[in-house]
């Protein structure tokens, strides 16, 4: 079992993802908001964060950069977590700090098993 910490404002994936989660034995954490993700993750340390990068708060760029630049949460385990499918997100993502990348909508059958691979 894992702690995952999930930070996403669109309420249905953050349930969804939660729920998939749990039922894989996982415990979860949850923030609409990249500013409370941004402490949670400080203050909890959990073995992985994924981490929209649409947040209308702060955009996940920015929140990533909080995270690293913190001396106990900046080596957190931390995927893109995001709508944008284009051609070369992903390897944007990598490029920019994170540890992988995944992209919505989320996929029933392999959800928790995609997001398994990125644990420490």
């Known amino acids: ?42 203050d909890r340390l959990p073995d992985l964060v994924l981490l929209d990068l649409g947040l209308p708060d702060m955009d996940g760029w920015q929140a990533l950069r909080e995270i690293r630049a913190d001396a106990r ?11 944008d499918a284009m051609v070369g997100d992903r390897e944007r993502a990598l490029a920019g700090g994170f540890d992988g990348y995944m992209s919505k909508p ?14 420490p």
Do not use: Q
Not at 10 to 29: C, F, M, S
């Open 1 to 42: 079992m894992a702690t995952i910490l999930v930070v996403e404002d669109t309420p249905a994936n953050l349930a969804l993802a939660t729920k998939l989660l749990r039922v894989a034995g996982h415990e979860v954490l949850t923030s609409d908001t990249a500013a409370a993700g941004v402490a949670m993750a400080r």
């Open 73 to 83: 949460a900046g080596a957190l385990r931390i995927v893109a977590f995001t709508a």
């Open 106 to 119: 989320i996929d029933f059958a392999t959800f928790a098993e995609g997001v398994e691979r990125y644990l």
